[in-house]
C-alpha cells in the first residue's frame, strides 16, 4: 500500500483556495500511484478556533464534489480536515472520501483545554478505514497524547496509526516523541501529517514524519516547505517530494 502525507499550508478561512490545493496534493499523489492521501487538520479552513463556526460545514458538501470525483476515478481515498456542524456545536471532523463509497466522517473524541470553548468532542463507531484488509486507525492532533486513543485503535485491530495534526515546532517534538513510543510498544507503521504556516496565531512546523515498527524515524519532511511523504508500507520505505503551490 502506498500512503501520501500531505504538509499544506491553509490560507486562513479560505474554502476555494484550500480545495485547490487540496485538489494539487491529490493530484501528485496519483501520479505516485498512493491509495491513500492525509492532510492536516482542519486543512480546509486552516486552524483557526474563532472562524470555526462560520466555517463549518458537513460532510455532504458539494464543494468536496471534485475531489469525490478525483477519488472516484482514480481509485485513491481522500482524508482531509474540516470543523463540522453538530448538534449542537462544532466538532473537529476528518472528511474520508473513499472511491465509489458514500462519504464518512472521524472526529476529534479527545479535545485539548484551549479547544473546549470553541469546539465539542465527537464519537466514532470506527477507528478508522479497511483497506485491503489493512486496518489504518485515524487521530487528529491532541488524541495521540492520550493512551486510551491509541489502546483503542490496536485494540480493534489496527495496522497502521495515522495522526493528522497541526502543531508547532515544539508540539511536533512532543509528539515525535509519543508516536515514536506508540510505533515500538504496538510494533506497527505509525505517521504524523503537519501543517505549514500560522494557525490561531502560531506557527505550525512540518516535519510530517513516518516510524518504523521499532519506533525509529523513517523519514520526515522539511519544516518550511510544503510537499508530501509517500510511504511504501510493502516495502517500509518513504520518500520526500516538494513544489510549490
Known amino acids: 500500500m502506498k500512503i501520501c502525507l500531505a504538509q499544506t499550508k491553509s490560507l486562513k478561512g479560505d474554502i476555494q483556495h484550500n480545495l485547490a490545493i487540496h485538489e494539487k496534493f491529490v493530484a501528485l499523489a496519483i501520479e505516485e500511484n498512493a491509495d491513500l492521501i492525509v492532510f492536516p487538520e482542519l486543512s480546509l479552513t486552516g486552524y483557526e478556533s474563532i472562524l470555526a463556526k462560520e466555517l463549518a460545514t458537513t460532510i455532504d458538501d458539494k464543494r468536496l464534489d471534485q475531489l469525490q470525483a478525483l477519488a472516484n476515478k482514480n481509485r485513491i481515498t481522500i482524508c482531509l480536515g474540516l470543523p463540522v456542524r453538530a448538534n449542537p456545536g462544532i466538532q473537529i471532523g476528518m472528511a474520508i472520501l473513499q472511491p465509489n463509497m458514500p462519504r464518512e466522517l ?19 463507531k470506527k477507528i478508522g478505514i479497511v483497506h485491503n484488509n489493512i486496518n489504518i486507525a485515524f487521530a487528529i492532533c491532541y488524541e495521540l497524547s492520550i493512551p486510551d486513543h491509541s489502546i483503542n485503535a490496536f485494540q480493534s485491530g489496527a495496522d497502521f496509526y495515522v495522526a493528522s495534526v497541526a502543531k508547532t515546532a515544539d508540539g511536533v517534538d512532543n509528539a515525535s516523541e509519543s508516536l515514536a513510543t506508540i510505533a515500538k510498544k504496538y510494533s506497527a507503521l505509525v505517521m504524523m501529517v503537519n501543517c505549514l504556516g500560522l494557525s490561531d496565531g502560531v506557527v505550525c512546523a512540518g516535519r510530517s514524519s513516518v516510524w518504523n515498527r521499532q519506533g525509529e524515524l523513517l523519514e520526515h519532511l522539511k519544516s518550511d516547505e510544503e510537499g508530501i511523504l509517500l510511504i511504501d508500507t510493502e516495502h517500509l520505505t518513504a520518500d520526500c517530494r516538494y513544489f510549490q503551490t
Not at 472521524?106 to 466514532?124: I, S, T, W
Request: glycine fraction near 6%.
Open 106 to 124: 472521524y472526529l476529534k473524541k479527545y479535545l485539548h483545554a484551549d479547544e473546549e470553548p470553541f469546539f465539542v468532542r465527537g464519537e466514532n
